[in-house]
């Protein structure tokens, strides 16, 4: 299969069936298929090069998990500074605790 032609029948993801499925061109750009549609359930969608993208739950873990490794590998603060967590901690003396209110209605004598 050397050139691809309209109405050819090429393997895809299918966005709409979360599936391979067969799949006909309905559009051509400079000689890569731009446009297929699903012979399953005729939904139009571009080609995804026969690649399962990943799941918005994959995507959301690994933005998670690079933000961990950024903030783990961070430069550590210089000798003369302090971080702002330990600027609040030390020039406060420790608050005493607050009295806790009553919950709920109030009894009747």
Same mark, same amino acid.
């Given at each position: 299969?050397?050139?691809?032609?309209?109405?050819?029948?090429?393997?895809?993801?299918?966005?709409?069936?979360?599936?391979?499925?067969?799949?006909?061109?309905?559009?051509?750009? $400079? /000689?890569?298929?731009?446009?297929?549609?699903?012979? +399953?359930?005729?939904?139009?969608?571009?080609?995804?090069? !026969?690649?399962? @993208?990943?799941?918005?739950?994959?995507?959301?873990?690994?933005?998670?998990?690079?933000?961990?490794?950024?903030?783990?590998?961070?430069?550590?603060?210089? $000798? /003369?500074?302090?971080?702002?967590?330990?600027?609040? +901690?030390?020039?406060?003396?420790?608050?005493?605790?607050? !009295?806790?209110? @009553?919950?709920?209605?109030?009894?009747?004598?």
């Amino acid at each position: 299969m050397d050139e691809l032609r309209l109405g050819d029948i090429i393997d895809d993801y299918c966005v709409k069936c979360r599936r391979m499925t067969n799949h006909a061109i309905v559009s051509i750009v $400079e /000689g890569q298929a731009a446009k297929v549609r699903c012979r +399953s359930c005729y939904h139009d969608h571009t080609y995804l090069h !026969e690649q399962i @993208p990943p799941s918005k739950k994959d995507l959301k873990k690994m933005e998670l998990f690079n933000a961990v490794l950024a903030g783990a590998g961070g430069a550590p603060a210089p $000798e /003369g500074e302090e971080t702002a967590t330990e600027a609040a +901690s030390s020039d406060e003396a420790p608050a005493a605790p607050e !009295e806790k209110k @009553p919950r709920g209605r109030a009894k009747k004598p």
